[in-house]
């Protein structure tokens, strides 16, 4: 059940996160509706940066209880109690707070010059960077920093919490079956290696190792695609949600069923 818990509060972000970028994007692409507010492109930065931070580190708390799951199974009801499950969930969307609250109202206080045109599909932080008529190099560093921090301490976690996996798998006799603790860790692992390959592109590369619409196309994976295939990914993944599924379209075939029989009498 705690795995159900995060995966709730990691439905919650990446829906908060996309309802901040996607109707614009939307608007821009279909309706070609190309201007945003000064105070809307400052909100939807905030917004990015908390649910992006917040995802993160519930992934690293998944890892730690996938770790528990299956290093310390006779330990789990007792070590993942639903207080822990709450503090680890909170302190995630607390862990955003500070550099959602602090950059923005930094960076949008500094003065902006030219045609302030955004090349990119949503406000991101590079992009409204070169904007800027000030000297960024210090605002550069610290951001590179933040990344750096948001990205490494939860990677760190995951890369600790699946190394004593795969440690305590390979103590399993194959006759007892290793097979099925990696199937269970297959779904997390490869949501958490689809962000983490395209969110790494845009964030830790040099400036000048992709072009502006390489980064464009990578941002739309890692903004559109990676989250409805992280859907797709854990209901496929979850023997209740296919029972649960099979029931429904069972139920559906048998009103069918019905309707169609009391028709033909």
């Known amino acids: 059940m705690p795995m159900y818990y995060f995966l ?15 109707p614009k994007m939307l608007m821009i692409l279909l309706m070609e509706e190309k201007i945003i507010s000064f105070t809307a492109c400052a909100l939807q930065l905030n917004c990015i940066i908390l649910f992006v931070t917040c995802e993160c580190f519930l992934w690293s708390a998944m890892a730690c209880d996938q770790q528990v799951a299956i290093c310390h199974p006779l330990q789990y009801a007792t070590t993942m109690n639903r207080d822990l499950c709450v503090r680890m969930t909170l302190g995630s ?24 045109m955004v090349n990119h599909f949503f406000c991101g932080v590079f992009p409204v960077l070169t904007l800027l008529c000030a000297d960024t190099a210090l605002f550069e ?3 590179f920093i933040a990344v750096v921090i948001i990205v490494m301490i939860p990677f760190s976690l995951i890369a600790i919490s699946y190394l004593r996996i795969i440690h305590a798998v390979l103590q399993i006799p194959p006759a007892v079956g290793q097979r099925k603790p990696f199937s269970t860790c297959a779904a997390h692992l490869l949501v958490v290696a689809l962000f983490y390959s395209t969110a790494g592109i845009i964030h830790l590369q040099p400036k000048a190792s992709f072009s502006s619409n390489m980064k464009k196309m ?42 169609v029989f009391s028709l033909s009498r």
Not at 13 to 19: G, H, N, P, S, V
């Open 8 to 22: 709730q509060n990691l439905a919650l972000t990446e829906i908060c996160c996309r309802l901040s970028i996607i």
């Open 218 to 259: 990578v941002s739309l994976s890692y903004t559109v695609i990676t989250p409805m295939l992280n859907t797709i990914i854990y209901s496929l993944r979850n023997q209740e949600f296919k029972q649960n599924l099979k029931r429904c379209t069972d139920k559906w075939f048998l009103r069918k069923q019905v309707a």
């Open 141 to 143: 560093l610290l951001i």
């Open 93 to 116: 969307w607390l862990s955003g707070a500070p550099v959602a609250l602090s950059f923005p109202t930094w960076f949008f206080c500094l003065p902006f010059c030219g045609r302030n």
